[in-house]
């Protein structure tokens, strides 16, 4: 398997985006948590105080941390073993009676 890491240098790093999940507690607050990283969460007494707090612990988290882009070359597919004796025997006189007799 081949695979190269991309990495960028702290001042160019690429905008991330991610898809997060808005939970209204039964206490009333609100919880946001981050798709994927169920510990990265924040909680609040509203969903936009929620996000700001969430926002907050992702990019405290990131300062000690680093995002690395790997990209991995798909192996090459083997051909279906089983694809070599596909229609193997469609000219055989015999064959529908061999179907009649599976059945």
Request: aromatic fraction near 6%; charged fraction near 25%.
């Amino acid at each position: 398997m081949n695979l190269t890491v991309k990495t960028y240098p702290n001042n160019t790093a690429p905008k991330l985006t991610y898809d997060v999940l808005i939970e209204n507690q039964q206490d009333g607050g609100v919880s946001a948590t981050v798709l994927g990283l169920p510990d990265c969460q924040g909680l609040g007494n509203t969903e936009t105080e929620a996000i700001e707090k969430l926002s907050q612990s992702l990019q405290h988290r990131l300062e000690s941390a680093k995002i690395v882009t790997l990209a991995i070359k798909v192996p090459q597919v083997v051909e279906n073993p089983w694809l070599k004796i596909a229609g193997k025997y469609k000219d055989d006189s015999q064959f529908d009676e061999i179907l009649e007799y599976i059945e």
